[in-house]
């Protein structure tokens, strides 16, 4: 962006008197500008080194309800005498689009006042990392990998760090921006040696460099975990309780969350659609959406068409309370919008959950494998099968066999099947959930899954 030293702020604004001069009714802009440094490393030699400054734009146009969106990428593609260009264009595409009744931007008694990140500390403040010190943190991370008796080689380490800056402008005469940093590290080890071997990692990202773990933590931690794998074999088929180790956990709070968003409730193409007031976890546990949160990746002081992100309850003691919503899923529902619109900038808005956390449990995870006797503690999955009109489940999975509480042997090429609907009002939350997380799940048992393995 050297070549544009305009604020973004500045090019937002002609962004959308140019989508005026074009003819266009009303309009939004987006506006981001970054830059990131990504290191990888491979056998305590550099993989790859990677540089990047980006700058993108989006522009949205109404002509009426019909609707259209341009972007571009690039350092030029702010250069003045493009922004007329991408206007024009974008309100002749608006122009030949189809009429759609529940298109437009927000009523300015909608916005949000708060326009920045304030509170927040999405930005760390810090200068970003060199290069140099990207790839010291893999190599010792790869390093503290490879010391693991049992592992015998490196799949690699990588290290990243990025900061970007988002503005956002809209003709009903929104105005707001923020920036956010972002630091990431991670390693993958691999155990054992030809057909019996393992591969596992572990890796942590975070909105400030200062909070990452310790490369050392890190590469001991992949390494253990690959080690742990080795002899793995297939379960028996069966009935059995299934504790989902924390690190997947979330996704079954994911598939719920993605049956809550509104998108999906206005097609029809949803399990919870006939859910909203009732009840779809254990009484005892609650869902909560933060989108202000200090230094989490999921928080942001305003969605993307202006309106104000609050805390809400998602699942109120069990009982689904509402579903996530933009403003057109919103208009499509007869509701109104839950602040929750995302987009990039070559799409329009579409609903998306910011931070959640879900109720913890009072038991340990080992006192969780005490109380499943026998059964699967899963630690992996691959492949998913779920369908979202009935919310039957199938998925791949890996991890360990419990026998009598105690973890027996890892286990491999297996299947878990049943349905959502049953398999979340069943769920035992531990009380191991990583709080610096933007998705705060706990370990989960749920009784009683089919197991598809010899």
């Not at 266009?24 to 970054?34: C, F, H, P, S, Y």
């Not at 990431?184 to 040696?193: D, E, K, Q, R, V």
């Amino acid at each position: 962006m050297t070549d544009h030293p305009r604020s973004l702020d500045t090019i937002a604004a002609m962004l959308l008197d140019a989508a005026r001069a074009a003819g266009a009714d009303a309009a939004d802009a987006m506006v981001l500008r970054g830059s990131s440094i990504s290191i990888e490393v491979r056998g305590q030699a550099l993989e790859m080194a990677e540089r990047s400054e980006a700058a993108d734009l989006g522009l949205r146009v109404f002509v009426g309800k019909r609707q259209a969106v341009v972007s571009a990428s690039g350092t030029s593609a702010t250069a003045d005498d493009r922004l007329p260009d991408l206007a024009a264009s974008a309100v002749a595409m608006a122009r030949a689009a189809p009429e759609d009744i529940y298109a437009g931007i927000a009523d300015p008694d909608q916005l949000s006042t708060r326009r920045n990140d304030a509170g927040l500390d999405l930005d760390d403040g810090a200068e970003m990392p060199s290069p140099d010190a990207l790839r010291d943190a893999a190599f010792a991370a790869e390093a503290a990998a490879l010391s693991v008796p049992g592992v015998t080689q490196s799949d690699s380490a990588h290290a990243a760090a990025g900061r970007y800056e988002v503005v956002l402008a809209a003709s009903n005469g929104f105005l707001g921006g923020y920036t956010r940093t972002s630091h990431a590290l991670s390693a993958t080890a691999i155990a054992g040696t030809g057909t019996g071997m393992e591969r596992d990692g572990d890796g942590d990202g975070r909105a400030h460099r200062v909070d990452l773990r310790s490369p050392e933590e890190i590469g001991r931690s992949a390494g253990e975990r690959a080690v742990s794998l080795l002899g793995a074999r297939q379960p028996k088929t069966g009935t059995y309780p299934v504790l989902f180790d924390e690190r997947i956990a979330s996704s079954l709070i994911g598939h719920l969350l993605s049956a809550a968003n509104g998108a999906a409730v206005a097609r029809g193409s949803t399990w919870l659609a006939d859910k909203l007031d009732e009840q779809v976890l254990p009484e005892a546990f609650s869902i909560v959406e933060d989108p202000h949160r200090p230094r989490i990746s999921g928080s942001r002081p305003f969605d993307a068409e202006g309106l104000p992100t609050v805390k809400r309850t998602i699942v109120d003691k069990g009982v689904l309370t509402g579903w996530t919503l933009d403003l057109a899923s919103a208009r499509k529902l007869g509701m109104q919008s839950t602040g929750n619109a995302a987009r990039s900038t070559s799409g329009t808005p579409s609903p998306a959950n910011w931070n959640v956390a879900m109720t913890q449990g009072a038991q340990s995870r080992a006192d969780l494998l005490a109380d499943m006797g026998t059964g699967l503690l899963v630690t992996s999955m691959i492949g998913s099968t779920i369908n979202p009109n009935t919310g039957d489940y199938s998925r791949g999975a890996s991890g360990f066999w419990v026998e009598n509480g105690q973890i027996a042997y890892p286990v491999n090429e297996c299947t878990l099947a049943g349905n959502l609907k049953d398999m979340l009002l069943r769920i035992v939350p531990a009380n191991d959930a990583r709080t610096w997380l933007s998705r705060v799940v706990p370990s989960i048992l749920i009784d009683g899954m089919t197991i598809a393995g010899q």
